[in-house]
Structure formats: C-alpha cells, structure tokens
Nanobody, 123 residues
Framework: QVQLVESGGGLVQAGASLTLSCAAS?????MGWFRQARGKEREFVAV????????VYSESVKGRFTISRDNAKNTVSLQMNSLDPEDTAVYYC???????????????????WGQGTQVTVSS
C-alpha cells in the first residue's frame, strides 16, 4: 500500500503561480494529478511516468502547468502558471503501477490517492 500526501494548495489571484507537491511512501510507475471543482466530476490534469514517456496534460492546462517528478524521493510536483478562476478545485495526487497508456487519463486506473489539496483562484 502506497500513501500519498499532497501539499502546496492555497488561495491566489488570477494570473499567479502555485506549485503542488506530492510525496509517495513507495515507488510507483505513473504519478498524476486530477482535480474536482465543486459540483463537477473529477477530471484528469496531468501524468508522468517513472521513465521513458513524455508527460501528458489535459488540453485545459497544457502550456500553463508542468508536471515533474523526483524518482529518488518518490515525489511529483505540479507547477501551475497563469492560474485562472476556472482552475479552482480540489487537486488530488494519484499513483499506480501497470497502467496502460490508453488508460492513464482515467481516475479508475490509479490505485493510490492522496487526500486532496484546495486550490482557489480569485478573479
């Protein structure tokens, strides 16, 4: 069982930047971020593999968010730039092993989840 702990959420103004971090208690292949805004379904944000594959982003954050990981520390980060009020949500770190590429945007493919961290962007 892998435990995930997120940090770095907060309240920022539109246009600002924020970095989320997630620490895993064990080694996993895929590490990603999902988010859920109030009243909406959870949505995929980004995923990064342990090695060998280019990170994948949702269209809504591509070019603004950057996902990275430190394999030695089992951590993943999400650098969020040019934040917009539409980015307001609870952000969840997710991780898993054996996830095929065609499934990595699906939350159901991930076995491990963090508790979530709130990101609020004011206009």
């Amino acid at each position: 069982q892998v435990q995930l702990v997120e940090s770095g959420g907060g309240l920022v103004q539109a246009g600002a930047s924020l970095t989320l971090s997630c620490a895993a208690s064990g080694r996993t292949d895929a590490m990603g971020w999902f988010r859920q805004a109030r009243g909406k379904e959870r949505e995929f944000v980004a995923v990064i593999r342990r090695s060998g594959y280019t990170p994948v982003y949702s269209e809504s954050v591509k070019g603004r968010f950057t996902i990275s990981r430190d394999n030695a520390k089992n951590t993943v980060s999400l650098q969020m730039n040019s934040l917009d009020p539409e980015d307001t949500a609870v952000y969840y770190c997710a991780a898993g092993n054996g996830i095929i590429l065609s499934s990595q945007r699906r939350g159901s493919a991930y076995a491990y989840w963090g508790q979530g961290t709130q990101v609020t962007v004011s206009s």
